[in-house]
């Protein structure tokens, strides 16, 4: 089973950046496609971007398409999404998960806070 621990969360001006970490243990990442998603108060939870078992293809929600990359360190059993020019509207509790295509199919972990003041 693995587990996955969500960090790098925290208070950002509008404009800022922010890089989260996924990190696994109890098993290795590298032969799954893996996700991030992030639910804010109120809303359902969404996916926001994805990354194949390698690395080599990724795709983004329109949301953040331009400002927001997922890569991934397969040596260090860890998945990274680094978040440029944040918007208020993309404060959010952020998760990642194992995906087929934008479908999360494991075990959520407890997720980084993320706010991001005007």
């Known amino acids: 089973q693995v587990q996955l621990v969500e960090s790098g969360g925290g208070l950002v001006q509008a404009g800022g950046s922010l890089r989260l970490s996924c990190a696994a243990s109890?098993?290795?990442?590298?032969?799954?496609?893996m996700g991030w998603f992030r639910q804010a108060p109120g809303k359902e939870r969404e996916f926001v971007a994805g990354?194949?078992?390698?690395?080599?293809?990724?795709h983004t929600a329109d949301s953040v398409k331009g400002r927001f990359t997922v890569s991934r360190d397969n040596a260090k059993n860890t998945v990274y999404l680094q978040m440029n020019s944040m918007k208020p509207e993309d404060t959010a509790i952020y998760y990642c998960n194992r995906v087929i295509g934008e479908r999360a199919v494991g075990s959520w972990g407890q997720g980084t806070q993320v706010t991001v003041s005007s």
């Open positions: 109890g098993r290795t990442l590298s032969g799954y496609a």
């Open positions: 990354i194949n078992w390698s690395g080599g293809t990724t």
